[in-house]
């Protein structure tokens, strides 16, 4: 059984950071496509960014150059670091696995719960 627990949201004010983990149990992230989702209230769930298995990351063009994924296989554990965060970032964050092209348009087949980020 697969679980992708989230950590380390919490809020913060604009222009700061943040840095939100994803570990899994039941899986192996070597060589693995994963990738962070955000969803804010009263919107649809948006990509932020993917990590395919041979370590090629792609962002959204709204983090950009602010949010920076990184992968600990030693450690199973996925990284999002979040830089110059702004209001409109405030959502919850989803890691998710397993895509067939390991795009953010991709249906994904592991979500975790999730963990809140609020920035005021």
């Known amino acids: 059984d697969v679980q992708l627990v989230e950590s380390g949201g919490g809020s913060v004010q604009a222009g700061g950071s943040l840095r939100l983990s994803c570990t899994a149990a039941?899986?192996?992230?070597?060589?693995?496509?994963l990738g962070w989702f955000r969803q804010a209230p009263g919107k649809e769930r948006e990509g932020v960014a993917t990590?395919?298995?041979?370590?090629?990351?792609a962002y959204a063009g709204s983090v950009r150059g602010r949010f920076t994924l990184s992968r600990d296989n030693a450690k199973n554990t996925l990284y999002l670091q979040m830089n110059s965060l702004k209001p409109e970032d405030t959502a919850m964050y989803y890691c998710?696995?397993?895509?067939?092209?390991?795009?953010?348009?991709?249906?994904?087949?592991?979500w975790g719960q999730g963990t809140q980020v609020t920035v005021s």
């Open positions: 998710a696995a397993e895509a067939r092209r390991c795009l953010l348009a991709d249906q994904w087949t592991y």
């Open positions: 039941g899986y192996t992230y070597y060589r693995r496509c």
């Open positions: 990590i395919d298995r041979f370590g090629f990351m």
